[in-house]
């Protein structure tokens, strides 16, 4: 989850490394350090808090070098403190190193060097490694390495300077992502693809059990075992314009206001295009789904299926659940959406008659990793839906759907949610198209209207100023309660996660119709609750739920359909979004909820970007 810089080359090494840092503070900011070589010197400089206070640092007691490493700390092992923070360096001085993960026999190895004299500066697993490595070294770096990998339990991404070598620096990869990135006389390594952008396109992604040395010369590739392994880089297409924030004040809002784009690009050559004619399975024709080349299975495998698993953490899970409900319209399968933790721990029944799909933002987060190892081991059909198609993930199932997002940068996910909606929705509609539960008339009704979604949805961004006016009517608010039935239900789970990731100020979801087994005893004058009530098939439910609410006092804030005028007098507040099939409601319904948390943030002045505690890729258990 932290974020990691490397770079050798011509260049001043402290720029470089820095804006890396900087672009990859989403990953972490509790704090920040560097490490500079000139020569056989290396110069450290670390602190507390923000790469902008590392900055502030560096701007008072420069260094210098052409080869360089930095970190920016998401904290595990020890306190926010300066001695805790990376890079670390063993007494000698010399191993220094950088990490992303955890070592989990430290305390073992700790004991092991405190029984000799050593005395730790800080509380970290990092520094037992730094120790490890340097107690190994003789006059092999790589060898030390392999050595102490040997002796290391745990995930770990490490980068290591040896102080009597000034040409080339090393990379290890055991769990946490790690990208490497090479250009004339340069190599740069970073723990996203995005930090790399403004210098390469051409991208190497390591795979586990490896280890890199990085030298003006380029990148030599070994295993743990020694043997040297082909360097193979791909090119990404991202551009590092989309990493820039632009003339918006976060991240955050730039990316809620992209979902139209987002949309337009999931679904491009995946429905067809309305002034396209052509019918049948070699064309979608007018308004059909059409995923035949990239739908991985085969129709003999697609009419095996029995069950289908929706698996995800976070936000991505919220994506699922819209998903599964969907599933269980369309698919005429057994259908189950859990969190990749708890369905990694249970005893599912999973095999070859199983699509197992695990979707993740980043294709790096480590339950779902763990998850789809442990699906796949069971013989089930996986399926990764990522925005990273060179991700651990996407690599490792080798079938992925893409949501062509481009990079998100702000911790709390919003254009890739929009996208794993829509990739999640073509793929189940496509599912129940292949076992025959999808009509051609439904097919052509649905993926109309997708197509139109996203200017349904850029008007409601042209509302933002509505939905500012609406959160300053509720700062003191002490929290908010989000209601909703079906896919609704999952849209305020999605709300709520929003609110309190950014805003930090309670929130939680319940079904609609839970509310009078438990939660409707919290109500109160002070507690608004959010309904989401489009006009679907259970909307008279939803309304029902919601007079009990404000029979309660409850202040009742209603994201509902335009046209709806019942909903008005039961409601303090409403936001109206277009009107659309039932089933794609969630598409419209989620972004003034978006946007509520955002502006509710800003009136109280959060870290919008970079919300306290969390982190944008959870790499780490």
Same mark, same amino acid.
């Given at each position: !989850?932290?974020?990691?810089?490397g770079?050798?080359g011509?260049?001043?090494?402290?720029? +470089?490394?820095?804006?890396?840092?900087?672009?990859?503070?989403?990953?972490?900011?509790?704090?920040?350090?560097?490490?500079?070589?000139?020569?056989?010197?290396?110069?450290?400089?670390?602190?507390?808090?923000?790469?902008?206070?590392?900055?502030?640092?560096?701007?008072?007691?420069?260094?210098?070098?052409?080869?360089?490493?930095?970190?920016?700390?998401?904290?595990?092992?020890?306190?926010?403190?300066?001695?805790?923070?990376?890079?670390?360096? =063993?007494?000698?001085?010399?191993? #220094?190193?950088?990490?992303?993960?955890?070592?989990?026999?430290?305390?073992?190895?700790?004991?092991?060097?405190s029984?000799?004299? #050593?005395?730790?500066?800080?509380?970290?697993?990092t520094?037992?490694?730094?120790?490890?490595?340097?107690?190994?070294y003789?006059?092999?770096?790589?060898?030390?390495?392999?050595?102490?990998?040997?002796?290391?339990?745990?995930?770990?991404?490490?980068?290591?300077?040896f102080?009597?070598?000034?040409?080339?620096?090393? *990379?290890?990869?055991?769990?946490?992502?790690?990208?490497?990135?090479?250009? @004339?006389?340069?190599?740069? *390594?970073?723990?996203?693809?995005?930090?790399?952008?403004?210098?390469?396109?051409?991208?190497?992604?390591m795979? =586990?059990?490896?280890?890199?040395?990085?030298?003006?010369?380029? +990148? @030599?590739?070994?295993?743990? =075992?020694?043997?040297?392994?082909?360097?193979?880089?791909?090119?990404?297409?991202?551009?590092?314009?989309?990493?820039?924030?632009?003339?918006?004040?976060?991240? !955050?809002?730039?990316?809620?206001?992209?979902?139209?784009?987002?949309?337009?690009?999931?679904?491009?050559g995946?429905?067809?295009?309305? =002034?396209?004619?052509?019918s049948?399975e070699?064309?979608?024709?007018?308004?059909?789904?059409?995923?035949?080349?990239?739908?991985?299975?085969?129709?003999?495998?697609?009419?095996?299926?029995?069950?289908?698993?929706?698996?995800?953490?976070?936000?991505?899970?919220?994506?699922?659940?819209v998903?599964?409900?969907?599933?269980?319209k369309?698919?005429g399968?057994?259908v189950?959406?859990?969190?990749?933790?708890?369905?990694?721990?249970?005893?599912?029944?999973?095999?070859?008659?199983?699509?197992? +799909?695990?979707?993740?933002?980043?294709?790096?987060?480590?339950?779902?990793?763990?998850?789809? %190892?442990?699906?796949?081991?069971?013989?089930?059909?996986?399926?990764?839906?990522?925005?990273?198609?060179?991700?651990?993930?996407?690599?490792e199932?080798?079938?992925?759907?893409?949501?062509?997002?481009?990079?998100?940068i702000?911790?709390?996910?919003?254009?890739?949610? !929009?996208?794993?909606?829509? &990739?999640?929705?073509?793929?189940v509609?496509?599912?129940?198209?292949?076992k025959?539960?999808?009509?051609r008339?439904?097919?052509l009704?649905?993926?109309?209207?997708?197509?139109?979604?996203?200017?349904?949805?850029?008007?409601?961004?042209?509302?933002?100023?509505?939905?500012?006016?609406?959160?300053?009517?509720?700062?003191? &608010?002490?929290?908010?309660?989000?209601?909703?039935?079906?896919?609704?239900?999952?849209?305020?789970?999605?709300?709520?996660?929003?609110?309190?990731?950014?805003?930090?100020?309670?929130a939680?979801?319940?079904?609609?119709?839970? !509310?009078k087994?438990?939660?409707?005893?919290?109500?109160?004058?002070?507690?608004?609750?959010?309904?989401? &009530?489009?006009?679907?098939?259970?909307?008279?439910?939803?309304?029902?739920?919601?007079?009990?609410?404000?029979?309660r006092?409850?202040?009742i804030?209603?994201?509902?359909?335009?046209?709806?005028e019942?909903?008005? %007098?039961?409601?303090?507040?409403?936001?109206?979004?277009?009107?659309?099939?039932?089933?794609?409601?969630?598409?419209?319904?989620?972004?003034?909820?978006?946007?509520?948390?955002?502006?509710?943030?800003?009136?109280?002045?959060?870290?919008?970007?970079?919300?306290?505690?969390?982190?944008?890729?959870?790499?780490?258990?």
């Amino acid at each position: !989850m932290c974020g990691i810089m490397g770079y050798i080359g011509p260049r001043d090494a402290a720029g +470089i490394v820095l804006g890396g840092l900087e672009c990859l503070e989403y990953r972490g900011y509790d704090s920040a350090g560097v490490a500079l070589a000139e020569g056989h010197k290396i110069g450290i400089s670390k602190c507390v808090g923000s790469v902008a206070n590392l900055k502030a640092q560096l701007a008072k007691n420069a260094l210098s070098g052409k080869m360089g490493i930095g970190h920016t700390r998401w904290a595990t092992h020890g306190g926010v403190t300066r001695e805790n923070a990376h890079p670390h360096v =063993d007494p000698d001085g010399k191993v #220094v190193l950088i990490h992303n993960g955890i070592v989990e026999n430290f305390h073992e190895l700790g004991e092991e060097f405190s029984k000799k004299g #050593v005395r730790f500066a800080s509380e970290t697993d990092t520094e037992v490694a730094a120790f490890l490595i340097s107690s190994l070294y003789k006059d092999d770096p790589l060898l030390a390495i392999r050595e102490a990998c040997a002796r290391l339990r745990g995930s770990f991404a490490f980068v290591i300077l040896f102080s009597d070598i000034d040409d080339r620096y090393y *990379c290890v990869r055991k769990g946490p992502p790690l990208v490497l990135g090479a250009a @004339a006389g340069e190599a740069f *390594c970073a723990s996203d693809v995005t930090a790399l952008l403004p210098y390469t396109h051409d991208i190497l992604f390591m795979e =586990d059990d490896e280890i890199a040395e990085l030298s003006t010369e380029g +990148i @030599a590739l070994y295993g743990f =075992d020694g043997t040297r392994k082909e360097a193979r880089t791909k090119t990404v297409d991202w551009d590092a314009s989309m990493t820039s924030k632009g003339m918006y004040p976060h991240f !955050m809002l730039k990316e809620i206001e992209e979902q139209g784009s987002v949309l337009r690009k999931t679904l491009t050559g995946r429905i067809g295009n309305a =002034d396209e004619g052509g019918s049948g399975e070699e064309s979608a024709g007018k308004g059909g789904i059409d995923l035949n080349a990239e739908f991985p299975f085969s129709e003999e495998n697609a009419r095996s299926f029995r069950r289908v698993h929706l698996v995800a953490c976070g936000t991505s899970c919220h994506a699922a659940a819209v998903a599964g409900r969907l599933a269980d319209k369309f698919t005429g399968l057994d259908v189950r959406v859990e969190a990749a933790s708890e369905y990694r721990s249970g005893s599912v029944i999973c095999d070859a008659q199983t699509l197992a +799909i695990f979707v993740s933002q980043s294709g790096e987060t480590a339950d779902t990793l763990a998850a789809a %190892r442990q699906a796949r081991a069971k013989g089930a059909r996986c399926l990764a839906v990522t925005n990273a198609v060179n991700s651990s993930l996407a690599r490792e199932l080798g079938a992925v759907l893409e949501l062509r997002a481009g990079p998100e940068i702000g911790v709390a996910a919003t254009k890739t949610f !929009m996208g794993q909606l829509a &990739a999640l929705t073509l793929l189940v509609l496509w599912i129940g198209k292949r076992k025959g539960n999808l009509s051609r008339e439904k097919e052509l009704r649905l993926t109309e209207e997708l197509a139109r979604l996203p200017m349904k949805l850029e008007k409601i961004l042209g509302q933002g100023e509505t939905l500012r006016k609406m959160a300053e009517s509720y700062k003191d &608010a002490f929290g908010f309660l989000f209601i909703g039935r079906g896919a609704s239900h999952a849209i305020g789970m999605e709300g709520a996660l929003k609110l309190k990731e950014i805003s930090y100020v309670h929130a939680e979801a319940h079904a609609a119709g839970e !509310m009078k087994h438990g939660p409707i005893a919290i109500l109160d004058v002070h507690l608004p609750v959010v309904a989401i &009530a489009p006009k679907d098939d259970l909307y008279e439910k939803t309304l029902s739920n919601i007079q009990e609410a404000r029979a309660r006092n409850a202040p009742i804030i209603a994201v509902a359909s335009e046209g709806d005028e019942d909903i008005r %007098r039961f409601s303090n507040d409403c936001f109206f979004v277009p009107g659309t099939e039932n089933e794609l409601t969630p598409f419209l319904t989620v972004v003034p909820l978006q946007l509520f948390a955002y502006h509710l943030a800003s009136i109280l002045g959060r870290e919008i970007d970079r919300p306290r505690n969390l982190a944008k890729s959870v790499t780490v258990e």
